[in-house]
């Protein structure tokens, strides 16, 4: 069966698995490297100790010959196969040297200075580790030169058998380690299963938000996981009340007109009919407006960006062919780079519906500007018309209202461009222009790349 390495569990355990193997690798190397370095510096002392003793048993014989007042106190001086050997060596003469070289001798390459040298060098078996010394004897003209040495084997030896048992400990350590990782691999994925068990219930309707009482690492995703329910509850509940609103908003002129059909013998049908067509009007203004709500109705969700100056570019060149018979004046004051969290078809909407009110009222300009601050963005869009008191602006608001029936429209630009800036969490607000005239000021989220 082939691994999934898009499971976390496998990620985390692979990783675990290959650090413990690597670091243990690097220690054991780290480890076998000190351990050698210190063994050969306690052979080394220990022969030091060993050449001073062979000094001081060193005397002269009546050939006047170097030889020894007693055997070395370390039996091994004396046993063949041993691997430790001496030898004094005195100019002009042969050797004199331990039982154990067995008629071999030491280079003694070492045995030079009076203050001891060590090194390794070739001897009688293989490679030895060589500590001498020339000091001068009772007796003798010249220098005598001392000479200790010991077997690499025997280094060798003692490193190996150290080298087999940190091998097993060090994996032993591993072994543990790795059964720890997985364990606390189990045990630091534990909340990310819960979260998915609480996505489950979720789905399945027997949670209303997933519950916060998480590991800290995890708070933040929870969060905007409920937030995005929220969002997604407040499309519903939106949804739920316009769908209240059409029924209520068609059920009384449906029953005007029922009433009106049901008078209509004995009236005057001119009066009748004009009725009956300010109904449907009515009623075709509520069904224009809520069906233009249920489009934006889930694009709140999506997290989708629009390019602010790109869209009001060709809204304007749009609007310049509309209303070219009066002779208005554009003026874009839009950076290039400010973006918003908003669906481009959305802020479109919005925005041709905000500047084609101020192109309908302007006597000569219409600005649209923009600017960042803490993270939102306020679109300007200011005509230099007769403006909007302030006790009827709320009234503009209504669905279908119109303050000047002699202009074309039919009353929902404002509504429906409030309620999509609502649905992304943004506004739309009517202010004064500086120089006379009507600002409307739509305000949105500020896109920031992560």
């Known amino acids: 069966m082939n691994a999934d390495f898009r499971s976390l569990r496998l990620r985390f355990l692979f990783a675990s698995l290959l650090w413990v193997s690597v670091a243990t690798v690097i220690a054991?190397?780290?480890i076998s490297s000190l351990y050698r370095w210190h063994t050969t510096e306690q052979y080394r002392a220990d022969l030091t100790g060993h050449l001073k003793e062979l000094a001081i048993l060193t005397a002269v014989g009546a050939d006047g010959r170097p030889t020894l007042q007693r055997p070395?106190?370390?039996?091994?001086?004396r046993e063949r196969g041993s691997g430790f050997y001496w030898q004094i060596e005195q100019l002009g003469q042969h050797p004199v040297t331990s039982e154990t070289l067995g008629g071999a001798v030491l280079q003694g390459k070492f045995a030079t200075e009076p203050e001891p040298q060590s090194g390794w060098n070739k001897g009688p078996a293989g490679d030895v580790l060589e500590l001498g010394v020339a000091r001068r004897t009772q007796?003798?003209?010249t220098p005598v030169h001392y000479t200790i040495a010991i077997d690499r084997r025997l280094i060798e030896r003692a490193i190996d058998r150290f080298n087999r048992d940190l091998a097993l400990s060090l994996s032993v350590f591993a072994l543990l380690m790795v059964v720890g990782a997985t364990l606390q691999i189990s045990y630091g994925l534990r909340p990310v299963r819960r979260i998915g068990d609480d996505l489950d219930l979720l789905r399945r309707g027997k949670l209303a938000r997933l519950p916060t009482e998480v590991p800290s690492e995890f708070a933040p995703l929870v969060a905007r996981m409920n937030a995005l329910l929220d969002a997604q509850?407040?499309?519903?509940?939106?949804?739920r009340l316009s769908a209240g609103n059409l029924a209520h908003g068609l059920r009384t002129p449906l029953?005007?007109?029922?009433?009106?059909?049901?008078?209509l013998e004995g009236k005057d049908p001119r009066a009748s009919a004009d009725f009956i067509l300010a109904q449907c009007d009515g009623m075709r203004r509520q069904i224009d407006y809520h069906m233009a709500r249920a489009s934006a109705a889930g694009t709140r969700v999506t997290g989708c960006v629009a390019n602010v100056a790109a869209l009001v570019t060709q809204i304007v060149d749009v609007m310049q062919r509309l209303h070219f018979d009066r002779d208005l004046t554009y003026r874009i004051e839009v950076p290039r780079d400010i973006q918003v969290n908003c669906e481009?078809?959305?802020?479109?909407?919005?925005?041709?519906?905000?500047?084609?009110?101020?192109?309908?009222?302007?006597?000569?300009?219409v600005a649209i500007t923009a600017s960042t601050l803490d993270g939102r963005v306020a679109i300007c869009v200011a005509d230099d018309g007769p403006g909007i008191s302030l006790e009827k602006r709320p009234a503009v608001f209504g669905i279908g209202t119109r303050l000047d029936e002699t202009k074309d429209g039919c009353g929902l630009g404002l509504p429906i461009s409030r309620d999509l800036a609502e649905l992304y969490g943004g506004a739309v607000d009517l202010e004064d222009a500086p120089g006379g005239g009507l600002v409307v000021v739509l305000t949105l989220e500020l896109f920031e790349a992560a």
């Not at 509850?233 to 949804?239: D, E, L, P, W």
């Open 28 to 30: 054991g190397g780290f």
């Open 72 to 77: 070395m106190s370390d039996p091994r001086f």
């Open 139 to 141: 007796g003798v003209a």
């Open 233 to 239: 509850s407040a499309v519903v509940q939106r949804a």
């Open 255 to 263: 029953a005007l007109i029922g009433g009106e059909a049901d008078q």
């Open 344 to 365: 481009a078809g959305d802020l479109t909407e919005m925005l041709s519906n905000l500047i084609d009110n101020a192109s309908k009222w302007a006597t000569r300009n």
